[in-house]
T-cell receptor, first 115, second 116 residues
């Protein structure tokens, strides 16, 4: 069964460093998303991406964040200068479906720890 | 704006008991989608069910059943004869539209503990 994969599973970084979180969506999906979950809290939307551009972004997704689909398979989230409050689990999701009315399937997540 | 409320935060039951997880949503759209996801202790988000706003039929899948009532804006989830493996955090989520702009808005989640 196709699945979304994410690497690394755990990333530890120093405050102010850049990190890139990687995702490989399900191969025939066209819509891609990033969410985050601070420990013990709810899952929050960050950004959606379709047709090689951002469709929607939340208030959390400020200038420190960027997304890219550098090739036909990967979807990345970059945090330019990490802060302590960026520590969270980051989930990638992808969706297929005609007209986009499908289900988002999530990857296993990347736990980001900023020291 | 869309909102999902899961008023229950933690539920603890003994194995084989039935348990219902409540979800109430708010949206201005007439077309929307409701979801339940399970987050086991390992941390991943596992899709359980999607329901379209124009389909109020309840659904049963094995020990799981879902009760969608538009009149009360609720989409409740019942586990029958609970098992220890059901222990997890359960999230209800809402999407207001299809297409690219179909972000999921999650509730705060309900932590279910099933004791042997």
């Amino acid at each position: 069964e196709p699945e979304v994969t994410q690497t690394p599973s755990h990333q530890v970084t120093q405050m102010g460093q850049e990190v890139i979180l990687r995702c490989v969506p399900i191969s025939n999906h066209l819509y891609f998303y990033w969410y985050r979950q601070i420990l013990g809290q709810k899952v929050e939307f960050l950004v959606s991406f379709y047709n090689n551009e951002i469709s929607e972004k939340s208030e959390i997704f400020d200038d420190q964040f960027s997304v890219e689909r550098p090739d036909g398979s990967n979807f990345t989230l970059k945090i330019r200068s990490t802060k302590l409050e960026d520590s969270a689990m980051y989930f990638c999701a992808s969706k297929g479906g005609s007209g986009g009315a499908g289900t988002q399937y999530f990857g296993p997540g990347t736990r980001l720890t900023v020291l | 704006a869309q909102k999902v409320t899961q008023a229950q935060t933690e539920i603890s039951v003994v194995e084989k008991e039935d348990v219902t997880l409540d979800c109430v949503y708010e949206t201005r759209d007439t077309t929307y989608y409701l979801f339940w996801y399970k987050q086991p202790p390992s941390g991943e988000l596992v899709f359980l069910i999607r329901r379209n706003s124009f389909d109020e039929q309840n659904e049963i899948s094995g020990r799981y059943s879902w009760n969608f009532q538009k009149s009360t804006s609720s989409f409740n989830f019942t586990i029958t004869a609970s098992q220890v493996v059901d222990s997890a955090v359960y999230f209800c989520a809402l999407s207001e539209a299809g297409g690219a702009n179909s972000k999921l808005t999650f509730g705060k989640g309900i932590t279910l503990s099933v004791r042997p």
